[in-house]
């Protein structure tokens, strides 16, 4: 499917009885965007939902993405456009604008991405469904290149069902041992993100660290739609997450040990070492050692190391010297 785009029409104010229903934040984040920004902003202006919140935010683009973003709050004057001096990162960034906001639903959306026209209204219907302690609705995606051309779903289908195979309600042990969730099509209940405090801004990337706080006092609801193209990059953090001295595998430990000090039972204590095998394996095959001693450390304490595990830490050691 192509990314949707609409005709640059005289904005016009919401149909009546709009603001009855719940006021939905969208984030639009930018970081050199330009090619895709048209794509990503109309888009928004394609939504169905008519009580929107929208807050543009540059994060020092240097592509020339500002005078795009400029234009679009130029011409739909409900939107607020802000500029940011320095790169602040997408935490850091998101949280800024998220302390402005006003919405009981907010989605973090980066600008590289396309919302298809539905997705706004079927979430907020789905959450409308729900009990109150849903903090999380999530649905499947379209993966799309650069050029805008379909790669594939997110979720891979067959007569089994789908891969990876997707969780609802109390997903804290999912979370920890397992990716399922595509971080684009998430719409997140306000409640959820104060009550954390918003993204944690001393790491590298949000969504993992996100997952893991949320789903330890909130239920995720999966909606079967897509809702969202996600875009491709070939050179994306998690492409290159583990190459030696990117602060994407420290984030990940620092997110490791948070959700060590949040088990509560054995079996979540075994999900998250899962997770710490893999990482460690990771971080050993790209030459990161110092990290993979720490993620073996870690794996000792959920008490389910492996022969092979220890095989890999001692090599870790004589690596380091």
């Known amino acids: ?30 970081y050199n965007h330009a090619p895709f920004l048209a794509a990503a902003l109309d888009s928004i202006l394609a939504q169905t939902y008519p009580h929107l919140e929208v807050l543009l935010v540059d994060d020092a683009s240097t592509d020339g993405s500002a005078t795009i ?27 800024q604008a998220f302390r402005r906001s006003r919405g009981e639903f907010v989605v973090d959306f980066a600008t590289d991405d396309v919302l298809l026209p539905e997705r706004i209204a079927q979430q907020v219907a789905c959450f409308q469904r729900l009990e109150p302690d849903y903090g999380v609705v999530f649905t499947d995606a379209e993966l799309i290149d650069e050029a805008s051309r379909f790669v594939r779903r997110h979720y891979r289908r067959d007569a089994a069902g789908l891969h990876p195979r997707p969780a609802s309600g109390w997903v804290f042990a999912d979370v920890l041992s397992r990716y399922f969730i595509s971080t684009p099509t998430m719409l997140m ?46 050179s994306s953090m998690s492409r290159r997450g583990y190459r030696p001295n990117d602060p994407f595998l420290a984030s990940t430990i620092r997110v490791c ?29 790209w030459g990161n050692f110092r990290e993979g001693q720490d993620l073996y450390q870690l794996l000792q304490q959920t008490r389910a190391v492996r022969p092979l595990d220890w095989l890999l830490s001692c090599y870790a050691a004589l690596r380091r010297r």
């Open 1 to 30: 499917m192509k990314a949707v785009a609409v005709n640059h029409a005289e904005p016009q104010g919401p149909p009546p009885g709009a603001e009855t229903l719940p006021l939905v934040t969208i984030v639009a984040l930018c």
């Open 69 to 95: 973003l400029r234009d679009y709050a130029a011409r739909n004057p409900a939107w607020e456009l802000h500029l940011l001096p320095e790169n602040q990162g997408n935490c850091r960034a998101f949280n």
């Open 189 to 234: 209940r306000r409640a959820t993100l104060e009550q954390l405090g918003g993204y944690d801004e001393t790491l590298a990337y949000e969504d993992f660290d996100f997952w893991v706080r949320a789903a330890r006092h909130w239920r995720f609801y999966f909606l079967d739609q897509v809702t969202t193209q996600k875009r491709l990059h070939p």
């Open 257 to 285: 040990e948070k959700a060590l000090a949040l088990c509560r039972t054995p079996e979540e204590r075994s999900a998250l070492a899962v997770r710490l095998r893999w990482e460690l394996r990771q971080a050993v095959r």
